[in-house]
């Protein structure tokens, strides 16, 4: 999680949208309901920028479970 959170920092437009999700998830598991909304929002809007379709939708399918 850390080198993501490296390579997110580096390149945003690559793995920004990776990072958030893996933190929504990481929010989830904690019980941090607030965090992980908002997260999995953020990784949606951030894959949708940055043009990763196929990753959009894994986030707004991890979402929607949630």
């Excluded at 080198?3 to 920092?9: A, D, H, T, V």
Aim: aromatic share 10%; proline share 3%.
């Amino acid at each position: 999680l850390k080198k993501l959170q490296k390579w997110s920092e580096s390149a945003p437009m690559n793995y920004l949208h990776q990072y958030l999700l893996l933190q929504a998830e990481a929010a989830r598991v904690a019980g941090r309901h607030g965090d992980a909304a908002t997260l999995y929002d953020r990784a949606i809007e951030q894959a949708q920028s940055a043009g990763y379709p196929a990753e959009e939708v894994i986030a707004q399918e991890r979402a929607a479970r949630f």
